[in-house]
């Protein structure tokens, strides 16, 4: 998919998000205007406390923004309730975090199958998309195993999965490879990459880890809150490299 002729999936205007601890105001973005099309497949990087957790907590509608607004699919949700936020999130947002959160006592089919079954998929449809997921992740024979009898490479590959099994619109990731080895992070990288151009999903990764950032196709860096560069780049080409944090 050609990311530049895409059409607009998300959009945030003149986005400001502050937090207050004690008498203190904390600017954790300020004036942040950017779009994020259809299928692409980005990074946001920059030093610790510069923001990117805030970023993908509002382009993932867990929270809303002090001022400005988030658009979504064309909608202004800074306006909707809690209620209709959830809603959305689960139909069209998927998430990955570093810690891959799966639930232990869970075996690899039933932790992607969940999704499915809280937004009240019935059980047969539920259990043959979680198996495709899993299949394609290439973890078709591990399907019974519990997370504890999976190495961290087939756990993070259980989480996309996860976050996949809703075929989403946007997946948001944070840190996907920080915990893993060269072998298995480039392994994660190519099927996310490969399942962004087949399914026109797209893909916004919170990262520090150089492997990530050499192979997306835009980088967004943030520092004291501001986007400071915008960059679409030719994945394997990673310039100004001393400045990666």
């Known amino acids: 998919m050609t990311t530049s002729l895409a059409a607009p999936l998300l959009e945030m205007r003149s986005v400001n998000k502050h937090y207050l601890m004690g008498e203190s105001r904390i600017d954790a973005l300020k004036s942040i205007d950017t779009t994020i099309r259809a299928g692409e497949f980005a990074a946001i990087w920059g030093p610790s406390g510069s923001g990117k ?67 009240h998929v019935g059980g047969r449809a539920a259990r043959e998309a979680a198996t495709r997921r899993l299949d394609e992740m290439g973890l078709g024979s591990h399907l019974a195993h519990r997370p504890a009898k999976l190495s961290g490479g087939q756990q993070q590959r259980v989480a996309i ?58 980088r967004l860096m943030l520092h004291d809150g501001l986007i400071v560069d915008d960059l679409q780049v030719v994945p394997g080409i990673v310039p100004l490299r001393e400045h990666i944090c």
């Open 53 to 119: 957790s805030t970023f993908c907590n509002l382009i993932g509608l867990l929270d809303t923004p002090s001022s400005g607004s988030v658009h979504f699919e064309g909608r202004d949700v800074s306006c909707l309730s809690d209620d209709q936020r959830s809603m959305l999130r689960n139909r069209a947002i998927g998430f990955v975090f570093q810690g891959f959160n799966l639930i232990p006592v869970l075996s690899a089919l039933e932790n992607v199958m969940l999704p499915l079954q809280l937004a």
């Open 161 to 218: 999965a996860r976050a996949l099994v809703s075929a989403p619109a946007l997946v948001v990731a944070d840190e996907p490879t920080a915990n893993l080895d060269s072998e298995n992070a480039l392994k994660v990288i190519a099927l996310m990459r490969a399942i962004s151009r087949r399914e026109g999903t797209a893909f916004v990764f919170s990262t520090h880890d150089q492997r990530l950032l050499e192979r997306v196709d835009r």
